[in-house]
């Protein structure tokens, strides 16, 4: 495994790190199976476990939290976020003081552990005053609850009005970022990942293979196999059109040529900007983890990312003016 710096904070995280998104722990036979999946992770060097409190209504928390207790604390880095409901309550949900406060109480019981080491807001809130979020959470770094926070999938305008409140009031600064990236959505690369880079904020991509559209299982002209997400998943079925079927099959081609898969090489397309700090992976068999670990040790030549870039039609946007 190789590390990075998680932005210009101190801590070192894993290239690729388990998620908990879609891990079904529906039933005992399906636990074990995703703790066999953090068995291999831990063994093969990966130190980032990613969760949220509403991931299988709390479900998922309480299985990492059990999940991790075989291993040393000290080794882990281990998330969770807040922001979506929790409850059927009027203030079970956002960014509020009140919510904040208790779903951070709520996660480090189900995780079984003192402290969050990265703590998301999981969306921008705009029923609540951003000073009463930020303030909230740089309250829970002074307490020891978390060590450092981040938010998932807000825009560069509504990071940089964190940032001048952060530095009015003198407040523990955001350190992470959590967007969704990949070859089909570049939107990061617009302008977040600079201003990521100009702010020293830390970028943890979540979806870097879209769903599962980029590991090679779904082809042209073929149904999605038994059991996948692409035979149950609305915004998943969504995506399995000719237009981007093509392109999977395409982007395929270039792997062989490498002498890889698709999974692989899609995630090491995608972990090839150093702002990048790790990839937030999911996995519902350890066999699939296995294969993406060969990501760490591939590098995309140059060239290949021309070919990408015109497959797609991808162009950083700029306003002449």
């Not at 476990?49 to 207790?69: H, I, K, M, P, T």
């Not at 829970?140 to 978390?146: E, F, P, R």
Request: glycine fraction near 8%.
């Amino acid at each position: 495994m190789k590390y990075r710096q998680l932005g210009q904070s101190g801590v070192k995280v894993s290239e690729l790190a388990l998620g908990s998104w879609l891990t079904d722990v529906s039933d005992a036979a399906k636990q074990e199976l995703a703790a066999q999946s953090v068995q291999l992770a831990y063994e093969n060097g990966i130190n980032y476990f990613d969760c949220a409190d509403v991931y299988s209504g709390g479900g998922a928390e309480r299985f990492l939290g059990n999940a991790l207790q075989q291993f040393p604390r000290k080794e882990l880095v281990v998330s969770s976020k807040v922001y979506f409901p929790s409850g059927k309550g009027v203030n079970d949900r956002g960014l509020s003081r009140k919510h904040i406060t208790e779903s951070i109480d709520q996660s480090l019981t189900n995780l079984q552990t003192d402290y969050l080491d990265l703590y998301f807001c999981h969306r921008f809130d705009t029923q609540t005053p951003l000073a009463e979020t930020l303030t909230t959470l740089s309250g829970l770094v002074d307490q020891g609850k978390i060590l450092y926070y981040g938010v998932s999938e807000w825009t560069p305008v509504q990071i940089l009005k964190a940032e001048l409140i952060i530095q009015e009031r003198g407040l523990h600064p955001i350190t992470v970022v959590q967007p969704e990236y990949n070859m089909f959505d570049r939107y990061i690369e617009h302008e977040l990942l600079d201003l990521c880079g100009e702010l020293g904020l830390g970028v943890v991509p979540f979806s870097p293979l879209a769903q599962g559209l980029l590991t090679g299982k779904y082809r042209q002209g073929q149904p999605a196999p038994a059991g996948s997400r692409g035979t149950f998943q609305p915004d998943l079925q969504a995506q399995l059109v000719p237009e981007n079927l093509a392109k999977v099959a395409e982007l395929a081609k270039m792997a062989a040529e490498l002498n890889t898969d698709l999974a692989t090489f899609a995630l090491a397309w995608d972990k090839r900007d150093v702002r990048i700090s790790s990839l937030i992976i999911g996995a519902s068999k350890p066999e699939q983890l296995q294969n993406n670990l060969k990501a760490v040790d591939l590098e995309i030549p140059a060239e290949y990312e021309a070919r990408i870039d015109k497959l797609f039609g991808f162009k950083k946007f700029f306003r002449e003016i």
